[in-house]
Nanobody, 128 residues
Framework: QVELVESGGGSVTAGGSLRLSCAAS????????LGWFRQAPGKQPEGVAAIDSDNTTNYQSSVKGRFTISKDNAKNTLYLQMNSLKPEDSAMYYC??????????????????????WGQGTQVTVSS
């Protein structure tokens, strides 16, 4: 069973930074495709970034250059460094684990259906 627990959300002003963390069950970060998703009120969840077992990363175009996904396998922790935050980045952020494959496929990493395990979420609010 894979367990995921996010932390690090909060309220910042535009242009600020936050680092989200996702503590995972043992071996999760080294074995599976991992992703960060976000969901704003009234909207569908959207894939923000993903990283696979060999540290290949994928990003949504709107966050490329501002967000960085990374992981520390020794600590079983996934991170999302968010810089130059904008009000439109405000959402509940979730980490997710594929639980099946070590690769994040370019055509599907951003689909929530590809992930079998989810954390409870952490709120990010960016004010203008």
């Amino acid at each position: 069973q894979v367990e995921l627990v996010e932390s690090g959300g909060g309220s910042v002003t535009a242009g600020g930074s936050l680092r989200l963390s996702c503590a995972a069950s043992l071996y999760t970060t080294s074995r599976y495709c991992l992703g960060w998703f976000r969901q704003a009120p009234g909207k569908q969840p959207e894939g923000v970034a993903a990283i696979d077992s060999d540290n290949t990363t994928n990003y949504q175009s709107s966050v490329k250059g501002r967000f960085t996904i990374s992981k520390d396998n020794a600590k079983n922790t996934l991170y999302l460094q968010m810089n130059s935050l904008k009000p439109e980045d405000s959402a509940m952020y979730y980490c997710a684990a594929d639980g099946v494959t070590s690769d994040c496929y370019s055509g599907s990493w951003a689909s929530a259906y590809e992930y079998n395990y989810w954390g409870q979420g952490t709120q990010v609010t960016v004010s203008s």
